[in-house]
């Protein structure tokens, strides 16, 4: 139970303190590359599933990098090594567009399925991969499925990461504690409703069918903006290319984005940005 727990929380009670420019609410967007890794990792080598995925960086990626500038958000791109080699045209753009780029795993593992060797292995020679292409080392992670496994935040550790996002104790930042200990950790969390895979993954030979639209998806993350902004929190927004770069989709980002800035105390950042700023605020070690 302990292995991995929250610990104290990153949230300031003077609600002008809490988010860089003194902002209300913090608004995180980030991005998922898989493209091609999950089939890859589980062996599917059909054109017809490699082309899934072949989407994300054909066609979505630049049409995200797009919408992006216009709105003038910068945005975490989380990128297994293995499409990062395949498409390094995708992190020129990302670097380019001045957006972060950050580890998600080797070829999006399975790490519980993983020694704590492997593990750290794979992990470092993403992170390596990473540096090599952007220029810049990562500074976060988020775990392939947003698992972690008895070995993860150990690798975590050694390897230097200041922040995490793939866990999901909280709505609001907290620090990681390990069998009880303080990290140093930041933990930006996640969750499900704020992913485009839950309402829009096809599986085609399988019960896994789109169940929602667009639409109704939209009036679910403005209902959780609304309510971070409310609380003076965090909306943070999980998608991935080959799946919400699609046209209808990508529209309903479109309009989210420009319904959150209709807000003026509203700041955008990455997850680095934020998890510099609780560096800084609440005197974490850099370079856990």
């Not at 020694?115 to 993403?126: K, Q, V």
Request: aromatic share 10%; hydrophobic share 40%; proline share 6%.
């Amino acid at each position: 139970m302990n292995r991995v727990r929250a610990g104290r929380s990153l949230v300031h009670d003077d609600v002008k303190q809490r988010w860089p420019e003194q902002a209300r609410c913090a608004v995180l967007i980030a991005y998922d590359s898989d493209h091609e890794t999950p089939y890859l990792r589980d062996g599917q080598t059909s054109p017809g599933s490699l082309a899934q995925g072949e989407y994300g960086s054909r066609v979505a990626v630049p049409r995200i990098l797009d919408m992006l500038a216009r709105h003038e958000v910068p945005t975490s791109f989380y990128v297994p090594a293995v499409s990062a080699l395949l498409h390094p045209q995708d992190i020129e753009g990302y670097v380019a567009g001045g957006h972060e780029v950050a580890v998600h795993g080797w070829i999006h593992e399975r790490n519980t399925a993983l020694s704590y060797d492997a593990e750290l292995d794979l992990i470092g020679r993403a992170t390596d991969v990473l540096e090599q292409l952007s220029g810049t080392r990562p500074t976060g992670i988020r775990t392939p499925s947003w698992d972690f496994s008895q070995s993860t935040l150990r690798v975590i550790r050694e390897l230097g990461f200041a922040y995490d996002s793939s866990l999901m104790a909280d709505d609001e930042p907290y620090e990681l504690d390990a069998d009880g200990e303080p990290t140093g950790i930041i933990e930006i969390p996640v969750e499900w409703i704020r992913d485009d895979a839950p309402y829009f993954m096809m599986d085609r030979f399988g019960g896994l069918r789109p169940h929602l639209s667009p639409r109704d998806v939209e009036r679910v993350w403005i209902d959780e903006f609304d309510a971070a902004y409310a609380s003076g929190g965090v909306f943070e927004l999980t998608l991935h290319p080959h799946i919400s770069g699609h046209r209808s989709r990508i529209a309903m980002v479109d309009r989210l984005l420009a319904y959150i800035h209709t807000f003026d105390d509203v700041w955008f950042g990455t997850h680095a940005q934020l998890a510099d700023h609780l560096t800084t605020r609440f005197a974490l070690p850099a370079g856990n």
